[in-house]
């Protein structure tokens, strides 16, 4: 089991000051900041009429969470491998926790989500300038209860060296240990969103505290995709 102490049980009423911090509007602003509208924006990436196919309203999504994606890949989601993307996420339950999953076969190279991960990371197509963090906020966004959002912040906390099994680490982080209880006494007390899942909450307090700690958001923080 690998997670931060901000996330265990002495910690809950600070890890909640976290998540209202970040609904909360800074600087003078009147609306939150743009990562609050990431899991909502046009309805969320999993709702019935678009759960099983990337469209525009989720990169516009991404972009909330400071990431782009560039035009290439756009029309290599959107468009050209947008087939193959069907076929992908039909295969990912929209509503099943990480934890409750077969995390070996979840992880399984062959697997439909590791699949869709070296899809979207360019690396069965072509370069696309999509690293893991971009990748996994579109995933994210697709099925929010089943893939956390990894980016340079987050990472350490966990106790990552890159992406490399990062699901295996978050599923041992939440399996039988009382976390996705406590991150829901956690949004509760933070009177954060209904619709945010319990990952998205882990991935708020643990982004939130990181940055508390000085450490520095990358836009994708380990190996891009290679030219293949």
């Given at each position: 089991?690998?997670?931060?102490?901000?996330?265990?049980?002495?910690?809950?009423?600070?890890?909640?000051?976290?998540?209202?911090?970040?609904?909360?509007?800074?600087?003078?602003?009147?609306?939150?900041?743009?990562g609050?509208?990431?899991?909502?924006?046009?309805?969320?990436?999993?709702?019935?009429d678009?759960?099983?196919?990337?469209?525009a309203?989720?990169?516009?999504?991404?972009s909330?969470?400071?990431?782009?994606?560039?035009?290439?890949?756009?029309?290599?989601?959107?468009?050209?491998?947008?087939?193959?993307?069907?076929g992908?996420?039909?295969?990912?339950?929209?509503?099943?926790d990480?934890?409750?999953?077969?995390v070996?076969e979840?992880?399984?190279?062959?697997?439909?989500?590791?699949?869709?991960?070296?899809?979207?990371?360019?690396?069965?197509?072509?370069?696309?300038?999509?690293?893991?963090?971009?990748?996994?906020?579109?995933?994210?966004?697709k099925?929010?209860?089943?893939?956390?959002?990894?980016?340079s912040?987050?990472?350490?906390?966990?106790?990552?060296?890159?992406?490399?099994?990062?699901?295996?680490?978050?599923?041992?982080?939440?399996?039988?240990?009382?976390?996705?209880?406590?991150?829901?006494?956690?949004?509760?007390?933070?009177?954060?969103?209904?619709h945010?899942?319990?990952?998205?909450?882990?991935?708020?307090?643990?982004?939130?505290?990181?940055?508390?700690?000085?450490l520095?958001?990358a836009?994708?923080?380990?190996?891009?995709?290679?030219?293949?």
């Amino acid at each position: 089991m690998t997670y931060h102490e901000i996330l265990d049980a002495d910690h809950v009423a600070e890890a909640a000051g976290l998540v209202r911090r970040y609904y909360t509007p800074i600087g003078g602003h009147t609306v939150p900041r743009t990562g609050t509208r990431f899991d909502g924006w046009a309805g969320g990436g999993d709702h019935l009429d678009v759960a099983d196919r990337i469209t525009a309203d989720d990169l516009v999504a991404v972009s909330f969470l400071s990431v782009d994606i560039k035009g290439r890949a756009a029309i290599g989601l959107l468009e050209t491998h947008a087939e193959e993307i069907t076929g992908l996420l039909e295969q990912l339950p929209v509503d099943v926790d990480l934890w409750t999953t077969d995390v070996d076969e979840f992880e399984a190279p062959n697997s439909p989500a590791n699949e869709l991960w070296d899809l979207i990371r360019g690396k069965k197509y072509g370069k696309w300038d999509i690293g893991p963090t971009k990748a996994s906020k579109l995933m994210a966004r697709k099925r929010p209860r089943l893939i956390p959002i990894y980016d340079s912040v987050v990472r350490p906390l966990m106790g990552l060296k890159n992406s490399a099994a990062q699901w295996t680490t978050w599923h041992a982080a939440l399996k039988d240990t009382g976390l996705p209880e406590r991150l829901e006494a956690i949004r509760q007390a933070a009177e954060a969103p209904e619709h945010i899942s319990t990952l998205r909450v882990m991935d708020i307090v643990l982004w939130m505290h990181g940055i508390e700690l000085g450490l520095e958001p990358a836009d994708d923080d380990d190996d891009v995709a290679v030219e293949l």
